[in-house]
């Protein structure tokens, strides 16, 4: 079966020092992989996504992440963090169900920016 | 914004109510999905409908149920309800189905406590 793991619950980091959330995947077979943000009160927002094309992905906000299926790992960067950026970061595998699409999240992140 | 439209934003119900939330898909998006987000549980799938029809299903309590409309708007319906209940549940959509790497947009959900 199709899930995401990851590792950290939550992440510290100051203000302008890079960003790094890891997350692992299990799949049966080349997968769609997604991150997705949740500030506070808000919705889900996507970051960016993984389609089986460029390994290394780019995404809003400066935020990128690589997918190296040798370590079954989709971990999610940025090289400098914004006060912003403080929410609630989940990882997420696409798998497909009998003709239908379903997401599997991670149990997520919280993202802390210390000044 | 991601164009996926919730109410009510929240919702302050007793147990043993019945209550509707409603969702409207961004304009165009065939597919819409409904998930629940708990503190306990994360976040679960709970039903996709596609055009009109249900696609797959999720955690879906048998005290839930839902349903998409000829303007694609959709409703979860959530009756007898108890305190687990309580949750942010979210609504989706997307332009097609039954493709992995199809991108999902959430709207900003609705809160509903039940006391």
């Known amino acids: 079966a199709q899930s995401v793991t990851q590792l950290d619950s939550h992440v510290s980091v100051s203000e302008g020092t890079p960003v790094l959330l890891r997350c692992n995947y299990s799949?049966?077979?080349?997968?769609?992989l997604f991150w997705y943000v949740q500030h506070p009160n808000k919705g889900l927002q996507l970051l960016l996504k993984?389609?089986?094309?460029?390994?290394l992905v780019k995404g809003i906000n400066g935020f990128e992440a690589e997918f190296k299926k040798s370590e079954t790992s989709f971990h999610l960067t940025k090289p400098s963090a914004h006060m912003s950026d403080a929410a609630e970061y989940f990882c997420?595998?696409?798998?497909?169900?009998?003709?239908?699409?379903?997401?599997?999240f991670g149990q997520g992140t919280r993202l802390t920016i210390n000044p | 914004d991601s164009g996926v439209t919730q109410t009510p934003k929240h919702l302050i119900t007793a147990t043993g109510q019945r209550v509707t939330l409603r969702c409207s898909p961004r304009?165009?998006?065939?597919?819409v999905y409904w998930y629940q987000q708990s503190l306990d549980q994360g976040l679960q799938f709970l039903i996709q409908?596609?055009?009109?029809?249900?696609?797959a299903k999720g955690n879906i309590l048998e005290r839930f149920s839902a349903q998409q409309f000829p303007d694609l708007h959709s409703e979860l319906n959530l009756s007898s309800l108890e305190l687990g209940d309580s949750a942010l549940y979210f609504c989706?959509?997307?332009?097609?189905?039954?493709?992995?790497?199809?991108?999902?947009?959430f709207g900003e959900g609705s809160w509903l406590t039940v006391v």
């Open positions: 997420v595998v696409s798998v497909r169900v009998q003709g239908a699409q379903k997401l599997v």
């Open positions: 409908y596609y055009n009109g029809e249900e696609r």
């Open positions: 304009s165009g998006d065939l597919s």
């Open positions: 993984y389609t089986s094309a460029a390994t």
């Open positions: 799949s049966s077979y080349s997968p769609s």
């Open positions: 989706a959509s997307s332009v097609r189905t039954g493709v992995a790497g199809n991108t999902i947009y």
